[in-house]
């Protein structure tokens, strides 16, 4: 096994790991693997921040919307504006996609989604102001 697929296990098997001890011994064997060989496992490390990222900004974006999903309908959002499922709606809020990699809305997304804020904003806001007729 090479540096590169014994550091891959290595990080699943972080993942599994129960208890600190497991965990502190993997760590210190990833240590030992790292010395050395940083261009070798530079790939796993930017796809590691890059997952990071992708989780970071989901979660931002899920804690920003947290008032207003339990208010609006999400997945009606999803096939309105995205012409999307429920599902992918779903993994985008949740961060993780089926196969349990990383997602985030893209930037192009956002912006969509922000416009699609907008108009259901308006929306609400001619029947209040409608109400009454």
Request: net charge negative; no cysteine; aromatic share 6%.
């Amino acid at each position: 096994m090479n540096v590169v697929e014994e550091y891959r296990s290595l990080w699943v098997a972080l993942r599994k790991a129960e208890t600190k001890e497991e965990k502190d011994a993997i760590h210190a064997r990833m240590a030992e693997l790292t010395e050395g060989h940083e261009k070798e496992l530079a790939p796993i490390f930017e796809q590691a921040i890059d997952d990071l990222h992708a989780k970071a900004r989901a979660e931002l974006v899920r804690q920003k919307l947290a008032y207003v999903t339990d208010m609006l309908s999400m997945s009606k959002i999803a096939e309105d504006y995205f012409n999307r499922s429920r599902g992918w709606m779903s993994q985008k809020l949740s961060g993780k996609n089926s196969s349990g990699k990383s997602t985030s809305f893209t930037p192009e997304e956002l912006n969509i989604l922000a416009d699609a804020l907008r108009d259901i904003s308006k929306k609400l806001e001619d029947v209040a102001n409608n109400i009454h007729s």
